[in-house]
């Protein structure tokens, strides 16, 4: 059952923290993502109604650089991992397509035998309760050549 969420005499939720530096990088943005955003939501003022703002069209309020250099920064994506990069030309690469076509027709190609195995014995073993069906080994007996039998020297050890 998971954890009582809500108003109540029950604890609450417990999160597990992340053992990565890059699980807490992201958990600590995370985090302060929403307190900005917490932030920001109680200290807004009531927002103007229409009429308001068909009298005011143009924004006359103070222009906050701090604020508009720190979401640029927010806003340009992370430097790409060139293995990421790599990863992604090479799925993208011609060679690529042909080998995942050829893999899907093969695919295609083995699925009506598999198929056909499986249904076959699935109907030979539906019925569960004639107990010479389902005790007994479908498999075709193996053609090979008989092995070499050897004596085997037991050794003990611990005596």
Known sequence: MRGYE???GK???RRK???T????AVSQETERASQQ???SMQSQ????NSSQLSREPYFTGPLNNENHEQSVGRITP???DPQVESLSQYFQNQHHEHRHVLE???WADVYGPMFSSFYDCAAKTANWGDIEKWNSDWKPTCGCIPTRKRPVVLVDILS
């Open 6 to 8: 809500g108003e109540g």
């Open 11 to 13: 604890s609450k939720r």
């Open 17 to 19: 923290k992340p053992k």
């Open 21 to 24: 530096l890059k699980g807490q």
């Open 37 to 39: 955003f917490i932030e």
């Open 45 to 48: 003022p009531n927002q103007p």
């Open 78 to 80: 992370d430097p790409v």
């Open 104 to 106: 899907e027709q093969q």
